[in-house]
């Protein structure tokens, strides 16, 4: 597993799509669970993430099942949880539970990057 990180428009699809052109992308925002299962890569993951909470789906073992079902999928999530600390409920436990997530793929991936100003810089490379 590999991870894509870093702000909203950083250029991090871009610079996935660059780095690995030979990857079939999917997006987060529209992947089925059993998409996000099979997929080589995966575009906008949070936006996966917040689908299923809006959906009133339990998303906590989610982690648990990309790591054992697909372990060498590519996935590129904004990080969500800089800035101001929302108001809305909702908005913080999504914000909470792409943190959490996201951090615990993390610790399993191989290779984390963070993009900013479309530039790559490696923060994990096991």
């Not at 079902?69 to 949880?81: F, H, M, T």
């Not at 909470?96 to 610790?107: D, F, K, N, Q, W």
């Not at 290779?111 to 994990?124: A, N, S």
Request: aromatic share 8%; with cysteine; proline share 2%.
């Amino acid at each position: 597993m590999e991870m894509i990180i870093g702000g909203a428009f950083q250029g991090k699809s871009a610079y996935a799509e660059k780095k690995y052109p030979d990857k079939v992308w999917i997006s987060g925002a529209s992947a089925s669970e059993e998409e996000l299962l099979k997929a080589d890569g995966i575009i906008g993951f949070h936006e996966y993430i917040r689908r299923e909470m809006k959906a009133g789906k339990d998303i906590s073992g989610l982690a648990g099942i990309l790591i054992k079902k697909n372990p060498q999928v590519i996935l590129v999530s904004d990080e969500v949880g800089y800035g101001v600390v929302p108001v809305d409920a909702f908005d913080r436990a999504y914000r909470e539970a792409v943190g959490r997530i996201c951090t615990e793929l993390a610790s399993y991936s191989s290779c984390v990057v963070r993009v900013v100003c479309g530039i790559g810089t490696v923060i994990k490379d096991d």
